[in-house]
């Protein structure tokens, strides 16, 4: 299976801060890759897809970028309600596999 | 209102068998793929397996270490999917999540989560 590997795992982050997180799966998997957000106690929400489509409604401060193997997501000026996990998702073909996961926290 | 909402999670013993729900609301849930994903208590998210669309078949597939174990069925007359789990043991104790697939060229996405119903496999 193909698997996601996200870095860091962990980041401290101030409001403003611009924040990169890395995904790098370990065979190429074109643009198909998704990231999601999640907050404690709730379900993940899809934030982009095909690597860099921001989904209707996500703030444009959020971007993506990468093919192949290796895909970042950006946050350019973090706001108080960023703080979250965030997954990239292979989404090319199943089994369908996630990163392990990046913590974003306040500093 | 696109919503789905799981049901039917609670505690079992080890070795015990439990049918998880997905309802949904607001679209027809027989035009796309249904996805069931599971969280252990502070880890990550894992894929379980799909139901495609009634157009595509409405086969399904699975994570291997749950094929054989768990079946994913759907209901299109009552908007409802479903995750049949047997021979439970601890390490399938998790909040498990229904979402839709919105089947387009981009490949398997999330677009739609339920909010989640806790297993716990305990004895």
């Known amino acids: 299976d193909i698997q996601m590997t996200q870095s860091p795992s962990s980041v401290s982050a101030s409001v403003g801060d611009r924040v990169t997180i890395s995904c790098r799966a370990s065979?190429?998997?074109?643009?198909?890759l998704a990231w999601y957000q999640q907050k404690p106690g709730k379900a993940p929400n899809l934030l982009i897809s095909s690597a860099s489509n921001l989904q209707s409604g996500v703030p444009s401060r959020f971007s993506g970028s990468g093919s192949g193997t290796d895909f970042i997501l950006t946050i350019s000026s973090l706001q108080p309600e960023d703080f979250a996990t965030y997954y990239c998702q292979r989404a090319n073909t199943f089994p369908i596999t996630f990163g392990q996961g990046t913590r974003l926290e306040i500093k | 209102e696109v919503q789905l909402v799981e049901s039917g999670g609670g505690l079992v013993q080890p070795g015990q068998s439990l049918r998880l729900s997905c309802t949904s609301s607001?679209?027809?849930?027989?035009?796309?793929?249904i996805h069931w994903v599971r969280q252990a208590p502070g880890k990550g998210l894992e894929w379980v397996g799909f139901i495609r669309s009634k157009a595509s078949g409405g086969t399904t597939e699975y994570a291997a270490s749950m094929k054989g174990r768990f079946t994913i069925s759907r209901d299109d007359s009552k908007n409802i999917a479903y995750l049949e789990m047997n021979s439970l043991n601890t390490e399938d104790s998790a909040m498990y999540y229904c979402?839709?697939?919105?089947?387009?060229?981009?490949?398997?996405?999330?677009?739609?989560w339920g909010q989640g119903t806790l297993v716990t496999v305990s004895s």
């Open positions: 065979q190429g998997i074109s643009t198909r």
């Open positions: 607001g679209f027809t849930i027989g035009d796309y793929i």
């Open positions: 979402a839709r697939d919105p089947v387009r060229a981009d490949g398997y996405n999330f677009d739609y």
